[in-house]
């Protein structure tokens, strides 16, 4: 008999299941459509790595360029991380024997890599490519913040779906020269309407239009 199969309290139930037959499907497109991953939207994220290496001193102070380092990040997908021999072109003379800088000098004498740690790994399903943007003036500090003034680098942003649809979308306040891409104190000068009118100007002449087709992030 129905009524002791279904007590007659799961009546109370019933418009409770239709409204989950109707969030459940939107929450999944939700999902699909804005990335929502904790796993990946750790912004924040700042593992100490095994020698203390001072961005704030180096891109900050001594005023390097990215590229002295990340050499091959207009040219390809990855920005590759110094070799130990970028570091000793200085410090086999300069301060030499400072003692933070003993795991540089047993990697120069061994040739084991220094352990760096990554703090920027986007799951292997995406694809990301530095030079796709660093060639058409979407600037470092976009993605990575003022790294210029960190002492330790950590994630400024969450790079989750839904953050890199968002400038797939609309490229136009983030725009800039190509030459001024790693120039960390570029636009600081300009109001936003400005800065809106130069990334407008650049994206018609360039004919800059970021995808936001699947295939373009997921292959
Ligand atoms: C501009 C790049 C980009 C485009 C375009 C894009 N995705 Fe993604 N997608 C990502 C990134 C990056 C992640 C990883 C996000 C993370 O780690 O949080 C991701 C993650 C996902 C995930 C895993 C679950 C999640 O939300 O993290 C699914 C499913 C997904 N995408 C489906 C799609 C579909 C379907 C489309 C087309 C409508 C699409 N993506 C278009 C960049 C993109
Ligand atoms: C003197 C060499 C040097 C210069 C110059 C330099 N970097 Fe780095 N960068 C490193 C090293 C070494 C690491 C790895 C250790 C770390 O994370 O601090 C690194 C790590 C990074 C990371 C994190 C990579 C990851 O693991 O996800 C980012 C982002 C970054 N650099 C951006 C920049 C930007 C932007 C500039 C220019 C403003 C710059 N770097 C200038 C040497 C350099
Ligand atoms: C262009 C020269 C140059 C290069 C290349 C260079 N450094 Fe330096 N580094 C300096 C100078 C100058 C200082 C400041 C020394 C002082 O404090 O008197 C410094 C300081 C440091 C310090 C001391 C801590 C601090 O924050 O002051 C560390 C550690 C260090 N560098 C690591 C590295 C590593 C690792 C690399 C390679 C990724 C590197 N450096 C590449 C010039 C350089
Ligand atoms: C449009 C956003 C964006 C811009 C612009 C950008 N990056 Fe990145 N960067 C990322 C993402 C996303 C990752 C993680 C890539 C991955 O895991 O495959 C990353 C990773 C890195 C790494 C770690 C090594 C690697 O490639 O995985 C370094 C170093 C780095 N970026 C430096 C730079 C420098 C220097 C610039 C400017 C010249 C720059 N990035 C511009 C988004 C950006
Ligand atoms: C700040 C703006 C910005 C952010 C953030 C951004 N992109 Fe882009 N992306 C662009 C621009 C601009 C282009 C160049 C489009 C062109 O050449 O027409 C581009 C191009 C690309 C391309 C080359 C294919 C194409 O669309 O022409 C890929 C792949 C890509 N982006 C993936 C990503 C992924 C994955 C993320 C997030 C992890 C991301 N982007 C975040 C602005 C951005």
């Given at each position: 008999m129905a009524r002791f199969i279904f007590?007659?309290?799961?009546?109370?139930?019933v418009p409770a299941l239709g409204l989950a037959g109707v969030v459940v499907p939107f929450y999944i497109i939700y999902v699909v459509a804005y990335g929502f991953s904790p796993d990946t939207t750790h912004a924040g994220y700042q593992p100490p790595q095994p020698v203390p290496f001072s961005h704030a001193v180096h891109?900050?102070?001594?005023?390097?360029?990215?590229?002295?380092?990340?050499?091959?990040v207009e040219h390809a997908a990855h920005a590759a991380i110094p070799p130990t021999q970028s570091c000793m072109n200085c410090h086999t003379q300069?301060?030499?024997?400072?003692?933070?800088l003993d795991p540089l000098w047993d990697s120069y004498e061994t040739g084991e890599p220094v352990e760096w740690i990554r703090v920027h790994d986007l799951p292997d399903y995406a694809y990301f490519d530095h030079s796709a943007h660093v060639n058409r003036g979407v600037s470092c500090i976009e993605c990575h913040g003022r790294v210029d003034r960190m002492e330790v680098v950590h994630r400024?942003?969450?790079?989750s779906m839904h953050w890199c649809l968002d400038c797939h979308r609309d490229p136009d306040p983030r725009l800039r020269e190509v030459?001024?891409?790693?120039?960390?104190?570029?636009?600081?000068?300009?109001?936003p309407e400005e800065r809106l009118s130069i990334g407008e100007e650049l994206r018609k002449l360039n004919h800059i239009n970021p995808s936001q087709d699947c295939s373009a992030c997921h292959r």
């Open positions: 007590p007659k309290w799961t009546n109370a139930l891109a900050g102070e001594l005023g390097m360029d990215c590229r002295y380092c990340h050499t091959t300069v301060v030499p024997d400072l003692e933070t400024q942003e969450s790079l030459e001024h891409v790693t120039d960390m104190d570029w636009g600081l000068d300009k109001t």
